[in-house]
């Protein structure tokens, strides 16, 4: 298990430099000019030639990466071409809204989705499992921007009882701009859920084992809720897992459709003005908040399924 963890851990460093050279690469492909948005369009040649000196954007593109790389293994993500401010800065001032959305969004999905996955498996082809199921497949559908327009119309312009966006850092207050955003973001994982937990636990119900627990008289919800959803928990663990890592790194139409200011709308507004900095920073910072999320999730495996053992084979 140690050796495992060790492996994993040297392993992020490297990930991280590989995903900083193609996000550094593809940034040059995106078309636009931040010394225009900073300028505008009256500005005269000598000043755009200064500003693009100052930013080092004027030395070839090797330089550019170099340099950039350079400061990236010294811990300096640098500082915005726009915004005036350094880019780690910015990321951990916008963390909270973010952070607070991606947990509220989970847990919905979490509280909702596994019960009704375990419904659906236990009360196979009934007009509930039947019912969840058109739920799901409609939750999946949908487009993420389109439920939470839907939203928005119903909640917050007809029944006029939630506000269509904003945020609040201060309890309270903040919650009631979290709920829209939380279930426009929650309803999809919800959907997801529940037929990854249908599915896993139609596989697990029907192990020999779960046939001798209920041989021996053992209560059908213990049978259920001990035995056979414990270990149906994998793959809805590595999906949930995997999914927060994502969440964190930004919900980025969630965010922009309800202008909360998190790690998503930053990183739009700073593709929008290809602010490079910014943009590498908030790739990077979601890189390695999935990374941390994948190897927690990894980790976990051994604590629900015994099975399971991690080596450095894994």
Not at 144 to 148: C, T
């Given at each position: 298990m140690t050796e495992y963890i060790i492996k994993r851990l040297l392993l992020i460093p490297v990930t991280l430099i590989g995903i900083f050279t193609i996000s550094f690469l593809l940034?040059?492909?995106v078309p636009g000019d931040?010394?225009?948005?900073?300028v505008g369009q009256r500005a005269d040649i000598e000043t755009i030639k200064a500003i693009r000196s100052e930013l080092n954007l004027d030395k070839p593109l090797y330089i550019q990466y170099i340099t950039y790389l350079t400061k990236l293994l010294q811990g300096d993500l640098g500082k915005s071409f726009i915004r005036s401010?350094?880019?780690?800065?910015a990321i951990l001032e916008r963390f909270p809204a973010t952070l607070e959305l991606a947990l509220s969004a989970i847990s919905i999905a979490i509280t909702i989705g596994i019960p009704?996955?375990?419904i659906s498996a236990v009360k196979q082809y009934s007009f509930w499992d039947r019912f969840f199921m058109i739920f799901a497949i409609a939750g999946v559908s949908a487009p993420?921007?389109?439920?939470?327009q839907i939203l928005i119309l119903l909640l917050a312009y007809n029944l006029k009882l939630l506000p269509d966006g904003g945020y609040s850092e201060y309890f309270p207050e903040n919650i009631k701009f979290l709920i829209l955003p939380a279930l426009?973001?929650?309803i999809r994982e919800v959907a997801v859920i529940a037929r990854l937990t249908r599915s896993s636990m139609l596989e697990v119900i029907r192990q020999d084992y779960i046939k001798t627990a209920r041989a021996k008289g053992v209560s059908e919800l213990i049978v259920i809720t001990k035995h056979a959803l414990r270990n149906a928990l994998i793959p809805i663990v590595t999906y949930i897992g995997m999914d927060i890592g994502y969440l964190l790194g930004g919900a980025v139409i969630t965010e922009t459709i309800f202008t909360r200011p998190g790690i998503g709308l930053l990183a739009v507004q700073a593709l929008r003005d290809k602010d490079i900095p910014i943009v590498l920073g908030t790739v990077l910072f979601s890189s390695l908040l999935i990374v941390i999320a994948n190897l927690i999730t990894d980790l976990s495996y051994a604590l629900l399924d015994p099975r399971v053992k991690l080596s450095q084979k894994s």
């Open positions: 940034l040059y492909i931040p010394v225009a948005t900073i401010e350094y880019v780690l800065d009704i996955g375990v993420g921007f389109w439920v939470g426009a973001l929650g």
